[in-house]
């Protein structure tokens, strides 16, 4: 009993951190819930009306091409939400890190799930309101592979997190910081694997992107699972070779393997969390 009253008022300064960091936020998930509704309305129902954009022949197709925008609202709300976890205590000097009322870590953790728990409501939002318009267009039961898409869309966003976080844990704005992890994570990732994919083509997957593991997010709705999962185009060009002519080819990953996805993921929440704690630890000294 005595162990119980101990774990439990441990527990609450982390709960009570939560909750008020969930308030504090709300004004983002007002917006952040907007854009979504209005994101999944727009791909699930409004561009159905144009005779341009065909319903596709499957339900799990429908959600694929839908869910092509949850990366983009993932990213944004990660670098949103997350950016003032560690730095904001900071650059604020709010007192609690240096005079603390609570242990700091617990003050950290309780942030953390605050604003873990809106990002993954944000994202149910869009995948509820797609999964509504998939039932009415094709009827039935809603194809099962939409709850691991959804599955792996939560690991995704805990990755996101986490590398947000271990940002936080040692830039000193956080301004600065929602500015350089976007452009890390919309533009860096991207331009990197583009290189990666002209010097080595199929010899060197870029299981190190972040951007790229978000593809099993579409990916997994497929069946059969893509295979193979890089895929070369071609491009022919006008007048001789060596003088415009010839044939120009380009290659591309579609997606890592599910496994190997799932496990990169996890390492990177693993080791963003583990660094960051370092970090968090020597800016105290």
């Given amino acids: ?52 954009f065909l319903l596709a022949d499957t339900q799990a197709e429908f959600f694929s091409s839908g869910l092509n925008f949850i990366s983009f609202i993932t990213l944004f709300a990660a670098c949103l939400f997350f950016s003032g976890i560690i730095c904001s205590e900071f650059n604020k000097r709010t007192g609690f890190i240096v005079f603390p ?25 869009f995948y509820f309101i ?69 010097i080595f083509a199929d010899a060197f997957e870029p299981l190190y992107s972040l951007a790229y593991l978000g593809n099993l997010i579409t990916s997994v709705l497929l069946n059969p699972f893509p295979n193979p999962r890089y895929a070369e185009f071609s491009f022919g060009g006008m007048g001789p070779p060596g003088m415009g002519g010839g044939d120009f080819s380009f290659g591309s990953w579609a997606t890592p393997s599910i496994f190997m996805g799932t496990t990169l993921l996890l390492v990177y929440i693993i080791a963003c969390f583990i660094l960051a704690a370092i970090l968090f630890k020597r800016r105290q000294l």
């Fill in 1 to 52: 009993m005595r162990d119980e009253k101990i774990a439990f008022i441990g527990i609450t300064p982390i709960y009570h951190t939560m909750i008020f960091e969930m308030k504090k936020q709300k004004k983002k998930l007002y917006f952040f819930t907007v854009i979504t509704i209005l994101i999944a309305v727009l791909t699930g129902y409004i561009l159905q009306l144009f005779p341009d």
């Fill in 101 to 125: 009322k609570i242990n700091k870590y617990k003050l950290i953790i309780g942030k953390y799930l605050g604003n873990l728990i809106l990002v993954v409501f944000i994202t149910a939002v």
């Fill in 130 to 198: 797609l999964g509504l318009f998939g039932f009415l267009y094709y009827g039935g039961l809603i194809n099962i592979r939409i709850f691991y898409s959804f599955g792996f869309a939560v690991l995704y966003v805990i990755a996101l997190s986490s590398f947000v976080t271990l940002f936080s844990s040692f830039m000193k704005n956080v301004n600065i910081t929602i500015i350089i992890t976007l452009v890390i994570l919309l533009m860096g990732f991207n331009i990197a694997d583009q290189i990666i994919n002209l």
